[in-house]
């Protein structure tokens, strides 16, 4: 492949990447490798929504069994600490459940099974106007190649084998 053929691929990576992969928006696991399940303390799913970055375009997915779980959605904090549904929103009960976020804002969800909540199944997400991230330490390699790509084009085209 030549030089000229090799940087007209990476630009049409990159370009792809740029176009498609943000349309397409994240798709998040719920609570990682155990889901939307009773966690072992009551901070795991803070600490699991404190590494993500919820865009507007990603969608959240709540791996459970129902009806072992279900997600109750609250529009208050106050009903958040307090495992109350005085603000309630929906109530989500067929498991697995996926959530599409079109707009910014806040979303308060907990299990309303049993005392769940309490011990823990309750997540709060803050999904921002922009792009979303896993919070893997997952540098895009597009943003690179990207780069290499339109300077290689930019350059003058050197002799080949100069
Ligand atoms: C909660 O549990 C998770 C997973 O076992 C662990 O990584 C985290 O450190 C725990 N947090 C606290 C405050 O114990
Ligand atoms: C969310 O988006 C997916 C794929 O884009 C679609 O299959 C699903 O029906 C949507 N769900 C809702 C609740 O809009």
Same mark, same amino acid.
């Given at each position: !492949? =030549?030089?000229? &053929?090799? =940087?007209?691929?990476?630009?049409?990576?990159?370009?792809?990447?740029?176009?498609?992969? +943000?349309?397409?928006?994240?798709?998040?696991?719920?609570?990682?490798?155990?889901?939307?399940?009773?966690?072992? /303390?009551?901070?795991? *799913? &803070?600490?699991?929504?404190?590494?993500?970055?919820?865009?507007?375009?990603?969608?959240?997915? *709540? %791996?459970?069994? =129902? +009806?072992?779980?279900?997600?109750?959605?609250?529009?208050?904090?106050?009903? *958040?600490?307090?495992?109350? &549904? /005085?603000? @309630?929103?929906?109530?989500?009960?067929?498991?697995?459940? !996926?959530?599409?976020?079109?707009?910014?804002?806040?979303?308060?969800?907990?299990?309303?099974?049993? $005392?769940?909540?309490?011990?823990?199944? $309750? @997540?709060?997400?803050?999904?921002? /106007?922009?792009?979303? =991230?896993?919070?893997?330490? @997952?540098? +895009?390699?597009?943003? +690179?190649?990207?780069?290499?790509?339109?300077?290689?084009?930019?350059? %003058?085209? %050197?002799?080949?084998?100069?």
């Amino acid at each position: !492949m =030549s030089k000229a &053929q090799l =940087s007209f691929v990476l630009l049409a990576v990159a370009v792809y990447c740029l176009t498609v992969s +943000p349309a397409a928006g994240l798709h998040h696991i719920v609570g990682g490798s155990i889901g939307w399940t009773v966690p072992p /303390n009551v901070t795991y *799913f &803070q600490d699991w929504a404190q590494k993500k970055v919820i865009g507007v375009g990603d969608k959240l997915l *709540f %791996p459970f069994r =129902s +009806p072992l779980h279900n997600i109750v959605e609250v529009g208050t904090q106050d009903d *958040f600490d307090h495992c109350t &549904q /005085n603000a @309630l929103v929906d109530i989500y009960t067929t498991g697995p459940f !996926m959530i599409n976020y079109t707009a910014p804002g806040d979303h308060y969800y907990f299990s309303g099974i049993g $005392k769940q909540c309490e011990s823990g199944l $309750k @997540l709060h997400v803050t999904v921002v /106007n922009g792009k979303g =991230s896993s919070g893997r330490i @997952l540098p +895009p390699p597009v943003t +690179p190649a990207a780069d290499v790509a339109v300077q290689t084009l930019a350059a %003058p085209a %050197p002799a080949p084998a100069a």
